[in-house]
């Protein structure tokens, strides 16, 4: 069943307009374009947290890019939505979804889920809350949810999250001293899920009959 429509959704937090957002928001997007182009990804759906982080770039192939409204109902972009989002069930191959409000989380995942088609996948980046980075966003009224939180969700609507991956810098500006060590306290998590496809039940070897024994009259 498609998810049921919430009836508001919370504001777009300010700190996803401020420079040092967007500076992550380029760094975000190298990252997940390079692993899109390792993968045919049409038709598609990318949910940025506004319209400044929306790609300028598209994906190969057909897709819609959407951001919520700056009113805080529905979502707005290459069209004008709400959910249940206006596609049929198994339309999509691949779904990005950058930055959804804890309190969305819910009722976005589960309809991902079911325009998901068998083997598509979803990629969700999320802000770090155990990185240092935090103190950048948390005065700003961002309130993401936890990875764990997110892929117990994933796994709750069918969806088997296949990776985990860690973004950014520790504390400093996005391309400032970026490296690799200590990868869980970066600061961005990005989450790879795949819908599987259910194997169809084979149908079990037939015994043959045994017609030595007798018969009942």
């Known amino acids: 069943m498609p998810a049921a429509p919430f009836p508001r959704q919370a504001a777009v937090p300010a700190w996803f307009a401020?420079?040092?957002?967007?500076?992550?928001?380029?760094?975000?997007?190298?990252?997940?374009?390079?692993?899109l182009n390792e993968v045919p990804v049409q038709p598609w759906l990318w949910l940025a947290p506004n319209p400044d982080w929306l790609p300028g770039e598209l994906p190969q192939g057909r897709g819609l890019r959407l951001h919520p409204c700056a009113g805080g109902r529905g979502y707005d972009?290459?069209?004008?939505?709400?959910?249940p989002l206006p596609l049929p069930g198994e339309a999509l191959k691949t779904i990005v979804l950058q930055h959804v409000a804890a309190e969305q989380?819910?009722?976005?995942?589960?309809?991902?889920?079911?325009?998901l088609m068998p083997g598509?996948?979803?990629?969700?980046?999320?802000?770090?809350?155990?990185?240092?980075?935090?103190?950048?966003w948390q005065w700003h009224d961002a309130r993401p949810p936890s990875a764990g939180r997110c892929r117990m969700?994933?796994?709750?609507?069918?969806?088997?999250?296949?990776?985990?991956?860690?973004?950014?810098?520790?504390?400093?500006?996005?391309?400032?001293?970026?490296?690799?060590?200590?990868?869980?306290?970066?600061?961005?998590?990005?989450?790879?899920?795949?819908?599987?496809?259910?194997?169809?039940?084979?149908?079990?070897?037939?015994?043959?009959a045994d017609w030595r024994r007798p018969l009942a009259t």
């Open 18 to 35: 401020m420079e040092s957002a967007l500076a992550m928001r380029e760094l975000e997007h190298r990252s997940l374009f390079e692993r």
């Open 105 to 115: 989380m819910q009722a976005l995942v589960a309809e991902c889920a079911r325009v």
């Open 153 to 208: 969700q994933l796994r709750g609507e069918g969806l088997q999250c296949t990776a985990v991956h860690h973004l950014g810098p520790l504390l400093g500006r996005p391309g400032a001293g970026n490296g690799r060590s200590l990868p869980a306290l970066r600061a961005v998590c990005l989450l790879v899920a795949e819908k599987r496809a259910v194997p169809l039940t084979g149908v079990g070897q037939l015994r043959s």
């Open 120 to 136: 598509g996948r979803l990629w969700m980046t999320l802000l770090n809350r155990c990185s240092p980075y935090r103190a950048h």
């Open 77 to 83: 972009g290459d069209l004008r939505c709400s959910l």
